[in-house]
Nanobody, 116 residues
Framework: QVQLVESGGGLVQAGGSLRLSCTAS????????MGWYRQAPGKQRELVAA???????AYADSVKGRFTISRDNAKNTVYLQMNSLKPEDTAVYYC??????????WGQGTQVTVSS
């Protein structure tokens, strides 16, 4: 089995920055795409950013130019650098990874709160 553990969430003022990390552990053979999703209260979970195993990236329009996704394949870790944060970025952020052997898995989520 595999596990995803997220870290880096917290409380920040508008205009500030945070960096989220998500590390996979367990019986990992290979990881295909990895991504970050978020879910605000009363809203559906939405894709924030995704990155393939070879580094191709995609972003939600609402975060383009402010967020950057990256990954370290040697460490089985994906990062989300979030700059110029806005109150509307407040949500629980979830890591997702598509394992070659195990299929898609989710992390437990980390809270990001941006105060105005």
């Amino acid at each position: 089995q595999v596990q995803l553990v997220e870290s880096g969430g917290g409380l920040v003022q508008a205009g500030g920055s945070l960096r989220l990390s998500c590390t996979a552990s367990g019986s990992i053979l290979s990881i295909n795409a990895m991504g970050w999703y978020r879910q605000a209260p009363g809203k559906q979970r939405e894709l924030v950013a995704a990155i393939t195993s070879i580094g191709s990236t995609a972003y939600a329009d609402s975060v383009k130019g402010r967020f950057t996704i990256s990954r370290d394949n040697a460490k089985n870790t994906v990062y989300l650098q979030m700059n110029s944060l806005k109150p509307e970025d407040t949500a629980v952020y979830y890591c997702n990874a598509n394992f070659l052997r195990w299929g898609p898995h989710w992390g437990q989520g980390t809270q990001v709160t941006v105060s105005s």
